[in-house]
């Protein structure tokens, strides 16, 4: 899952992507009308490329299987995703990933699933996961006008520098659209992606 990715990733860890299991039963692979709700590279900025696909369907953005009050049954809105796209982009210099997903969900669900991100950062809003400390801000429970949500997540490091990623979460109708970028170094530049996602909304 992104989230458990990210973590590994920053402790030294590797692993394969794991599939969606049988939470994500009614998840179909990319629905190819929603790919066009995906950020372009270039909406990222010009340093920035699209990175190798990756096959199966994305996993709910908001897993968090290292932390100690998750349980992902308590989450029921993913089980009730009808597709599900998703794009990976990586910077010329080679460092962090940014990821990008869009879910679509059964008429009804894509309320609830904000709802479940929401109780998810509570109860995860700080744990200890390979020796480092995560933590999640949310920043503007009402973002762009209550449309979404902006949330800051901060690994810190016994021995470096805190890592730091913002999560912009916007729903339109039965849409939800997860960016997840390393922070690029002011608000001012995550509202500016912001802004694109929206646009790509429609």
Not at 56 to 75: A, I, K, L, R, T
Request: glycine share 10%; aromatic share 8%.
């Amino acid at each position: 899952m992104i989230l458990t990715a990210l973590v590994l990733s920053a402790a030294g860890c590797h692993r394969g992507e794991p599939g969606v299991g049988s939470d994500g039963r009614h998840t179909e692979n990319a629905d190819r009308g929603g790919s066009g709700m995906l950020l372009g590279a270039g909406d990222l900025g010009s340093e920035w490329r699209e990175d190798d696909a990756r096959s199966g369907p994305p996993p709910w953005p908001w897993e968090q299987d290292n932390c100690p009050d998750y349980q992902s049954s308590d989450y029921p809105a993913k089980s009730h995703r009808r597709a599900a796209v998703q794009r990976y982009y990586r910077p010329s210099d080679g460092s962090s990933q940014a990821h990008h997903v869009v879910e679509t969900y059964e008429p009804g669900w894509a309320e609830r699933n904000v709802d479940d991100v929401r109780r998810v950062l509570l109860r995860c809003a700080s744990y200890l996961a390979f020796g480092s400390r995560v933590a999640f801000d949310v920043i503007d429970p009402h973002y762009l006008d209550g449309t979404g949500m902006l949330i800051r997540g901060r690994i810190a490091h016994a021995d470096a520098q805190t890592t730091v990623r913002w999560f912009v979460m916007l729903r339109r109708g039965e849409t939800v659209s997860t960016v997840s970028v390393p922070d690029p170094g002011s608000r001012a530049a995550v509202d500016v992606i912001a802004a694109r996602v929206v646009a790509r909304l429609g």
